[in-house]
């Protein structure tokens, strides 16, 4: 699925793909995938926002997760 929106250009075109594309890395514990997706979306939503946090909080540093939250809120 990624590969195919990310083909296509459509990461950059549609803001609703982001989420569900972080979300599913983190839920394979691809967090430094799902990072660079976050990394690459045009506008970073709370939903997005959200995917991330929460698979930092379950894979990754949990110190990461509360960056996450910091930056979020500023």
Request: glycine residues 10%; proline residues 4%; charged residues 15%.
């Amino acid at each position: 699925m990624h590969g195919h929106v990310i083909k296509e250009g459509l990461l950059g075109k549609d803001i609703l793909l982001g989420s569900p594309v972080v979300a599913m890395h983190t839920k394979c514990g691809a967090m430094s995938k799902a990072q660079e997706v976050f990394d690459q979306l045009p506008i970073q939503d709370v939903v997005c926002w959200n995917a991330l946090i929460s698979g930092y909080a379950q894979h990754g540093p949990g110190e990461k997760a509360l960056s996450c939250l910091d930056q979020m809120q500023c």
